[in-house]
């Protein structure tokens, strides 16, 4: 009996360790603004078009650096694509493209 409530703690620490983590997400400054005006050009369910005026806003005040901890948990939320390019049309300083390995790289 008590390997299953061991079992059965584990599972529900797994899944409120992941719950936490994205909601975390939220805690990077601009996340919420950006998911909220640039939902129809980030998202991988809609075709690619260039981002509103509003979307632009909103991508330039975002913090990508904490928003890389998360993005690979937002695959059905925001494609990195579709973000790369929004940063690019937007003009967000300073410019910030993905490399190879996925993250965010500087560039000045």
Same mark, same amino acid.
């Given at each position: 009996?008590? %390997?299953?409530?061991?079992?059965?703690?584990?599972?529900?620490?797994?899944v409120? %360790?992941?719950l936490? #983590? $994205?909601?975390d997400?939220? #805690?990077?400054?601009?996340? @919420?603004?950006? =998911?909220? !005006? &640039?939902?129809?050009?980030?998202?991988?369910?809609?075709?690619?078009?260039?981002?509103?005026?509003? &979307? $632009?806003?909103?991508? @330039?005040? +975002?913090?990508?650096?904490?928003l890389?901890?998360? =993005?690979?948990?937002?695959?059905? +939320?925001?494609?990195?694509?579709?973000?790369?390019?929004?940063?690019? %049309? $937007?003009? #967000? /300083? /300073? @410019? =910030?493209?993905?490399?190879?390995? !996925? +993250?965010?790289?500087?560039? %000045?």
């Amino acid at each position: 009996m008590s %390997v299953y409530k061991v079992h059965f703690c584990l599972i529900m620490l797994i899944v409120l %360790v992941g719950l936490a #983590t $994205c909601d975390d997400v939220y #805690t990077c400054v601009g996340v @919420r603004d950006m =998911l909220q !005006e &640039c939902e129809k050009y980030l998202s991988p369910a809609y075709k690619k078009i260039p981002p509103s005026g509003y &979307c $632009c806003e909103a991508v @330039r005040g +975002t913090d990508y650096e904490c928003l890389n901890k998360y =993005l690979g948990q937002m695959k059905k +939320t925001i494609s990195r694509d579709k973000l790369d390019d929004a940063i690019f %049309v $937007c003009n #967000t /300083p /300073p @410019r =910030l493209h993905a490399s190879k390995s !996925e +993250t965010y790289k500087v560039h %000045v």
